[in-house]
């Protein structure tokens, strides 16, 4: 079965970037389209991009357009979300989740009910 481990996560001051990995076990996360969600605290999560599988359409929301990118090592059986111009809007629980079922359009935002396999979590905090 697949397994999801976010990591990557921190404090940083507006301006700043991380990067977050999603790493896969269990399977080749090659196979799956890839969704990055955010839970910001008292609201939705909400889904911010996703990539289908082998490396295929990513799709951006448009708060995170041109800040935000993601990518895939295949080698590595991990996903990454590239986080710039961090902004304290941006901070969240920031989970990736995986499916098997349902592409990445590049117009269409992940949606949760798509997605099957879900990492724990990691905390993004944007302060200064």
């Known amino acids: 079965q697949l397994q999801l481990v976010e990591s990557g996560g921190g404090l940083v001051q507006p301006g700043g970037s991380l990067r977050l990995s999603c790493a896969a076990s269990?399977?080749?996360?090659?196979?799956?389209?890839i969704g990055w969600f955010r839970q910001a605290p008292e609201k939705e999560r909400e889904g911010v991009s996703c990539i289908s599988s082998p490396d295929g359409p990513t799709f951006y929301a448009d708060s995170v357009k041109g800040r935000f990118t993601i990518f895939r090592d295949n080698a590595k059986n991990t996903v990454y979300l590239q986080i710039n111009s961090l902004k304290p809007e941006d901070t969240a629980v920031y989970y990736c989740?995986?499916?098997?079922?349902?592409?990445?359009?590049?117009?269409?935002?992940?949606?949760?009910?798509?997605?099957?396999?879900w990492g724990q979590g990691t905390q993004v905090t944007v302060s200064s």
């Open positions: 989740a995986a499916t098997g079922g349902y592409i990445c359009s590049g117009y269409v935002p992940p949606r949760e009910y798509e997605y099957n396999y």
């Open positions: 269990g399977d080749s996360l090659d196979s799956y389209t």
